[in-house]
Nanobody
Framework: QLQASGGGLVQTGGSLRLSCATS????????IGWFRQAPGREREGVSC????????YYGDSVKGRFTTSTDSARNTVYLQMNSLKPEDTAVYYC???????????????????WGQGTLVTVSS
């Protein structure tokens, strides 16, 4: 199971840290992806991390502003979001897929375990 939390209302330029609490599996065996969906828009891959090799990937729209990390002891994955913009407003989801042995992916169709989302609203 996965549960995203930490969303809220923040002003432009502010920061938020999202958490993805996982249970029932070991993070080292899975890739965790972060996705977001704004009203009227398609789901977008934000970032991903594979604890097995430490590799991460970030979408162009968040590169340099967002950072994802894992805490295996807490079975939790984090998404630190800095320099937030109004266009970052969306429901954010975390998802999991069995680690494929290299890197990670932000292709949503490859993920088969999804948590409930958390709403992030960035005011201008």
């Amino acid at each position: 199971q996965l549960q995203a939390s930490g969303g809220g209302l923040v002003q432009t330029g502010g920061s938020l840290r999202l958490s993805c609490a996982t249970s029932g599996f070991s993070l080292v065996d899975y890739t965790i992806g972060w996705f977001r969906q704004a009203p009227g828009r398609e789901r977008e891959g934000v970032s991903c991390i594979s604890d097995g090799d430490g590799r991460t990937y970030y979408g162009d729209s968040v590169k340099g502003r967002f950072t994802t990390s894992t805490d295996s002891a807490r079975n939790t994955v984090y998404l630190q979001m800095n320099s937030l913009k109004p266009e970052d407003t969306a429901v954010y989801y975390c998802a999991a897929v069995v680690y494929q042995g290299w890197g990670c992916t932000t292709r949503a169709y490859e993920y088969n375990h999804w948590g409930q989302g958390t709403l992030v609203t960035v005011s201008s």
